[in-house]
């Protein structure tokens, strides 16, 4: 009975581990900053929460980007099981609380170096991107 006992503690403590790293919160990143004129830039009063979420969901390419970042924003799409490091979790608000609309809007236009986080400035026009910074920040980015 001891052994089934120490089995099973070793197996949830095992599956707590391999969740929490896979959703980390907070995720440490090295993510190159955002120039300051952009980080400090907000354009989300005027974009279009709706068409975010189409984009987020739908539409963006060449991937969209709940295929990475997961339905929920949680960093646990389809695709970014496969990533390392894992997808940004919208949800940690530790870690979201320091990047700013502007860092964003960025990184969805120029990718991230060292991530799965592809540049979408080539497929996506600059009001889309502010778009769909709006539709992640309002979401779930508290």
């Known amino acids: 009975m001891k052994r089934y006992g120490i089995i099973l503690t070793t197996t949830i403590i095992s ?21 300051a ?31 990475c970042h ?9 695709l970014g099981k ?3 490091p894992n997808p940004r979790n919208f949800t940690c608000s530790e870690t979201m609380k320091n990047v700013s609309a502007g860092q964003m809007f960025w990184v969805i236009k120029n990718g991230s170096a060292g991530t799965g986080m592809a540049a979408h400035g080539k497929t996506l026009k600059d009001k889309e ?3 769909v910074v709006k539709y992640v920040r309002e979401s779930w980015v508290h």
């Open 70 to 78: 997961g339905d929920k924003g949680d960093g646990m799409g389809k």
């Open 82 to 84: 496969a990533l390392k």
């Open 15 to 35: 599956l707590a581990f391999a969740a929490s790293s896979w959703a980390a919160c907070p995720q440490p990143r090295k993510t190159k900053a955002a120039p």
């Open 37 to 67: 004129n952009i980080a400090s830039k907000d354009m989300t009063a005027k974009a279009n929460l709706a068409n975010g979420k189409k984009l987020y969901n739908k539409s963006a390419k060449p991937l969209a980007c709940k295929m």
């Open 129 to 131: 991107i502010w778009d």
